[in-house]
């Protein structure tokens, strides 16, 4: 078995090098964010609890690359992780007809867990189209080739304003060993003047008898840097 040490060295080395050329040229950002709950495809991360996240991205022309981190609660094992650190890289871009898409990967790590081996790694695909109405739709694909896990999601957004939006998801995470389910989600985010995003949202899944994927309403507020 790939020890977690060396996955992760592998993804940073992929991004390095992919970025290592065109270092100067490109762009740097990153972001804060607090949320009451950290709700990744319906289910909460955190055990119901507030989170901090946050992250950084480069990006040069149509490639970008990053990292993203979370504070995590999966239970009160003491091999639980508390912490969830995300790299991935990839390319972006639009054709001439307006459609977006967006190859690349995503590593999950948790570099605190020493008994269990939490770590895996998506491939994904995505494409998007916004009209000039503000309607925005879009669809993604992501694949655990490790778990041959497969989780498909599909989105549909309108601008109302510049600073605010409303937005609804639907996903479904296929999983080789079963337990599949389904989740949903509708929420609206708007842009304070001090550049502080508030986002409320509606979260829910199928899943039965689990407190972590029950309906639940999250607040979460972003601020780019």
Known sequence: MVSKVTRAGVALAVLATAAGGAYAEGEWSGNVALTTD????????????????????????MFYAGTWASNVDFGDEPEDANLELDLYGGLAGETESGISWDVGFIYYAYPDTEEADYDFVELQGALGYTFTSGVSVGGAVYWDPDNENVYVEGSAGYSFTDNFSMDATLGNYSFDAGGDYTNWSLGGTYSLPIGIDVDLRYWDTDIDGTDIADERIVLTLAKSL
């Open 38 to 61: 950290y709700v990744w495809r319906g289910v909460s991360q955190s055990n119901e609890d507030f989170a901090i996240q946050g992250g950084f991205d480069y990006s040069n022309g």
